[in-house]
C-alpha cells in the first residue's frame, strides 16, 4: 500500500480532501491530516477497531493514550463526563489552539483512546482542516502523531509519508506546520490543575486564566501518570514517556562559549565533527568542520516551528549526532526544551 497524497493549497481541493478523509474515517480507516501543531494519525474516536489501526500503523504501546479531536465546545463536552469549569476559562482562552484539555472520560470513548484510564484529553486544533473533517463525519477523531511511535513527530505530508506512506491509505497535505511541536496538555480533571507536559501555550499564560496554582508533572502532589493520587496507572496524556520525539542520530543539548568550546566538548564525547549536525541561535559556528550548522532564530516562536524540520533533516542527511546549543531558561522556552529533553535520552 501506498499513500494517497491529496493538496489543499485551493478551496476546491480543500473541500475535496475533507470528503475523502470524512469517508475514509466514517467507514473506520485512518487518515493522516494536517493540524497547526504536527501532523496527525486521524480515527474515528468512539470506533475500538478504528483506533487500534493507529496503534498498528504506529507500533505504538497500548499503555499510552491518544488525544481526541474536536471541531466545537459542544462535542467536547459530549466526550467528557464531567465538563469542569477551568475547562470552560481555558478553552475560552486558547480554544481553538494548541491546548489538549485533559477531563474525566464520557461513556462513548472507548478504553483504547484512553488506555484503559478514567480521563481523556480533548483538543479543538486551530487548523482548519480537522474541524472540517469532524463536521462532515459528525465524529470526534483520535489523533496522535503521524509518525512511529517514539520517533519525530511530522511538520509536514512529506515527513508522514517517509515514516507511514506504506502503511496508511491517505496523507492530506495542508502545508508546514505552524506551530511546529505538540501541544500543550492540562488536566483539569482533578483539585489541583496540572500541566502534564508543556508546548508553545506556557505555565504563566495557563496560570493567568486559572487565577491561581498550577503544577506541574515533574512537581505535582499526585502521580500524573496515574489515574489515581496513589500508585501507578494508566498515563493521562501523550507525550510522558522519558524517551520520545526523537530522531536516529544521537541528540545532546550543550551549552558553548565558542566554536572551539563546542569542539572541545564534542572530542570528549568522541563525537565526529564531519558527522555531526549543529543547530544553534547564538553562538554559530563558522570553521566549516562540522556536516551542517542549522541556524533557527532566538525566537521561541519561530524556534518551534523550525525545529522538527531541522531534526528530519539532520536524519536524512545520514547525521550521527545532533548537537543543540543549550535554550533560555524561560516559561516560553519550556515546551521545546522538553521535547529536547525526551528526544536526548538514548
Known amino acids: 500500500m501506498k499513500a494517497e497524497i491529496l493538496p489543499t493549497h485551493t478551496p476546491a481541493l480543500f473541500a475535496s ?7 475514509l474515517v466514517s467507514r473506520g480507516e485512518i487518515a493522516a491530516l494536517p493540524t497547526e501543531t504536527v501532523y496527525g494519525l486521524a480515527a474515528n474516536a468512539l470506533d475500538p477497531a478504528a483506533v487500534e489501526k493507529i496503534y498498528a500503523a504506529k507500533g505504538r504501546p497500548a499503555s499510552n493514550p491518544v488525544i481526541v479531536h474536536v471541531g466545537s465546545l459542544d462535542l467536547a463536552i459530549r466526550c467528557a463526563g464531567r465538563w469542569p469549569e477551568l ?22 470513548i472507548p478504553d483504547v483512546v484512553t488506555a484503559g484510564g478514567s480521563t481523556v484529553g480533548l483538543r479543538w486544533p ?13 465524529l470526534p477523531l483520535a489523533a496522535p502523531s503521524a509518525n512511529l511511535s517514539n520517533r519525530l513527530s511530522p511538520t509536514s505530508a512529506d ?3 517517509r515514516q507511514l506512506g506504506d502503511r496508511i491509505p491517505l496523507i492530506v497535505d495542508g502545508g508546514d506546520c505552524n506551530v511546529g511541536i505538540e501541544s500543550t496538555v492540562v488536566d483539569v480533571s482533578g483539585d489541583e490543575p496540572v500541566i502534564l507536559r508543556p508546548g508553545m501555550i506556557h505555565a504563566d499564560a495557563i496560570r493567568a486564566v486559572a487565577a491561581g496554582c498550577v503544577a506541574t508533572a515533574s512537581n505535582s502532589k499526585f ?11 494508566p498515563l493521562r496524556s501523550p507525550g510522558m514517556l522519558p524517551l520520545h520525539y526523537a ?10 562559549k565558542s566554536e572551539e568550546d563546542l569542539a572541545q566538548q564534542a572530542a570528549a564525547m568522541s563525537v565526529n565533527p564531519s558527522k555531526t549536525w549543529v543547530v544553534a541561535h547564538a553562538t554559530i559556528p563558522m570553521s566549516g568542520r562540522w556536516a551542517w550548522v542549522s541556524v533557527i532564530p532566538e525566537d521561541s516562536e519561530a524556534y518551534a516551528r523550525g525545529l522538527y524540520s531541522e531534526l528530519h533533516r539532520a536524519d536524512e542527511a545520514g547525521a550521527e549526532w545532533i548537537l543543540v546549543e543549550a535554550l533560555p531558561d524561560t516559561p516560553e522556552w519550556a515546551g521545546i526544551a522538553d521535547r529536547l529533553h525526551r528526544a536526548s535520552r538514548r
Do not use: M
Open 159 to 161: 515527513h508522514v509519508y
Open 247 to 256: 530522531p536516529r542520530a544521537r541528540l545532546r543539548c550543550l551549552a558553548w
Open 126 to 138: 486551530s487548523h482548519p482542516f480537522i474541524p472540517a473533517v469532524v463536521r462532515a463525519c459528525g
Open 17 to 23: 480532501a475533507v470528503t475523502r478523509a470524512a469517508e
Open 87 to 108: 475547562a470552560s476559562r481555558l478553552a475560552a482562552e486558547f480554544w481553538p489552539g494548541p491546548l489538549t484539555l485533559v477531563v474525566p472520560r464520557g461513556p462513548g
Open 223 to 233: 502521580n500524573p501518570n496515574s489515574n489515581s493520587n496513589s500508585g501507578a496507572g
